[in-house]
């Protein structure tokens, strides 16, 4: 089993930043490729950020690619999400997301994740 806790969402004015960070334990950290899901009110969940176990490969949804940046630190077993140039319609709930490698064959779907954390909000005000 591994948990996962969200943290560092908020409301922020667009063309803002935030850094939204997801701390596992319970397994190894470093075994789990991990990922960035949001969900507005009303939509469905959808792909943000995805990172491999080593960090060495990175997966983006072509509309967050350059504004968005996902890292990890596996000394310290959490994910970053660095968001900035913020709009409006990033508003959402911002969920973290585990498997293990061995069973992360499609980093941008929903359906490849085992682990969720509780989620965090994120309100980008006009």
């Known amino acids: 089993q591994v948990l996962l806790v969200e943290s560092g969402g908020g409301l922020v004015q667009a063309g803002g930043s935030l850094t939204l960070s997801c701390a596992a334990s319970?397994?190894?950290?470093?075994?789990?490729?991990m990922g960035w899901f949001r969900q507005a009110p009303g939509k469905e969940r959808e792909f943000v950020a995805a990172?491999?176990?080593?960090?060495?490969?990175?997966y983006y949804a072509d509309s967050r690619k350059g504004r968005f940046t996902i890292t990890r630190d596996n000394a310290k077993n959490t994910v970053y999400l660095q968001m900035n140039s913020l709009k409006p319609e990033d508003t959402a709930v911002y969920y973290c997301?585990?498997?293990?490698?061995?069973?992360?064959?499609?980093?941008?779907?929903?359906?490849?994740?085992?682990?969720w954390g509780q989620g965090t909000q994120v309100t980008v005000s006009s």
């Open positions: 990172i491999s176990w080593s960090g060495g490969g990175t």
């Open positions: 997301a585990a498997q293990q490698t061995t069973s992360w064959v499609s980093p941008r779907s929903r359906y490849s994740y085992n682990y």
């Open positions: 319970g397994r190894t950290f470093s075994n789990y490729g």
